[in-house]
């Protein structure tokens, strides 16, 4: 499938375009200033629905150029948010955004299977980059990456937007804390019904696999921040129930995680029915968020008492401003490319285990 067939191809069909309708984004402009530009790099769902309304709110960047394979969208988005043409390109004349002072930072939000290509051209044409999660197709493409946005000297944070929401931080705190003990096991799990046979996800050479690469590293990255360590051992079983449609990935893959303090962590992702949980366990008592990885659906409960906070318009909005607060200040990212390349060698290892029914163990 060729790049621009495939981009025109990648929401979820009729249905899903009408629900992203502009008129669901809010009527208000945002002034310049000294914020950073920001172009986004593909006008699929998320940016339709979460990072253009998001940087309407932003206090350090705003939205200032496009990249779409559309003229149409172009046309569009340009109305809509005041761009200007110069601002505009498409995948043929990307490059040339290297000329452009009103971009700072680029933010890819692309097939899975493009993210390390233009994070490496965003690097060569010295823009800070936000790649969307996953950040690659492999833990290889990662160090590429990383690689580039090094030598280009530019900062890369992958769209990590729950480093930055309360309820995460709070189970984060729970456990360093040892609020209510030492974790012993903790579950996650992230699915929905994505049965659509005519979708990227599950196209493998676009998607990269399936559920265990789109949404397992929601349920990896919420346990292993949650504990503060580092897998050193896991398990995984692949399961398909509709051969039909799920011809070469997995329609569901559960999979286990030994830590070092001892935690073992159980873990599912589907693509065929509904699940959206973070929960841990100690000695004496349980706490954890259901529903926890949407966004801006994040609730909580520990023992007694609801794990309750103001939930933002849009939990991009500290995503975005905290990494250019990074290009500011010349700070490292929180959700940097090192985040993005530990979930990504996570990933590897639970598809060979799924793969093989071995016990891999990971060392770092």
């Not at 790049?3 to 009408?18: C, E, P, T």
């Not at 090094?150 to 929401?165: D, M, N, P």
């Not at 994505?194 to 979708?199: E, F």
């Not at 399936?210 to 360590?229: F, H, K, M, Q, S």
Request: charged share 25%.
């Amino acid at each position: 499938m060729k790049r621009r067939d495939f981009i025109q191809k990648m929401s979820f069909g009729a249905a899903a375009l009408s629900a992203t309708s502009f008129d669901t984004i809010p009527k208000k402009s945002s002034p310049l200033g000294k914020k950073l530009g920001v172009a986004l790099v593909g006008l699929g769902n998320y940016s339709v629905r979460q990072l253009a309304p998001a940087l309407l709110e932003t206090e350090h960047c705003v939205l200032r150029g496009l990249v779409t394979g559309s003229p149409e969208k172009a046309a569009e988005w340009s109305q809509r948010y005041a761009i200007p043409k110069q601002n505009i390109y498409n995948y043929q004349n990307f490059d040339t955004i290297r000329h452009n002072p009103d971009i700072d930072i680029v933010y890819i939000v692309l097939p899975n299977a493009m993210h390390a290509e233009y994070t490496i051209r965003a690097a060569k044409a010295s823009k800070h980059i936000i790649c969307e999660k996953p950040m690659a197709m492999n833990a290889a493409e990662c160090e590429q990456m990383i690689r580039a946005c090094k030598e280009a000297k530019v900062q890369l944070s992958v769209g990590y937007r729950l480093y930055f929401e309360p309820h995460h931080i709070e189970m984060r705190r729970f456990s360093t804390e040892k609020v209510h003990g030492s974790i012993r096991m903790m579950e996650s799990g992230l699915g929905y019904n994505m049965a659509d046979p005519t979708s990227w996800r599950l196209n493998k050479t676009m998607g990269g696999g399936g559920a265990i690469i789109d949404l397992g590293v929601y349920c990896i990255n919420g346990v292993r921040r949650t504990l503060g360590e580092l897998p050193i051992e896991i398990t995984a079983q692949g399961f398909k129930v509709n051969k039909a449609i799920f011809k070469d990935i997995y329609e569901m893959v559960m999979f286990q995680m030994v830590f070092p303090s001892g935690a073992i962590s159980n873990s599912t992702t589907t693509y065929s029915s509904f699940i959206d949980k973070l929960y841990a366990t100690t000695e004496k008592e349980r706490f954890g968020l259901m529903p926890a990885f949407g966004a801006g659906t994040a609730t909580g409960m520990t023992v007694g008492a609801k794990i309750s906070f103001d939930k933002p318009k849009y939990q991009q909005i500290k995503q975005m401003d905290a990494f250019a607060l990074n290009i500011l200040e010349k700070t490292a990212p929180i959700a940097s490319g090192e985040e993005g390349l530990i979930d990504m060698k996570i990933i590897d290892a639970l598809k060979e285990a799924a793969d093989t029914g071995r016990k891999i163990k990971l060392s770092w």
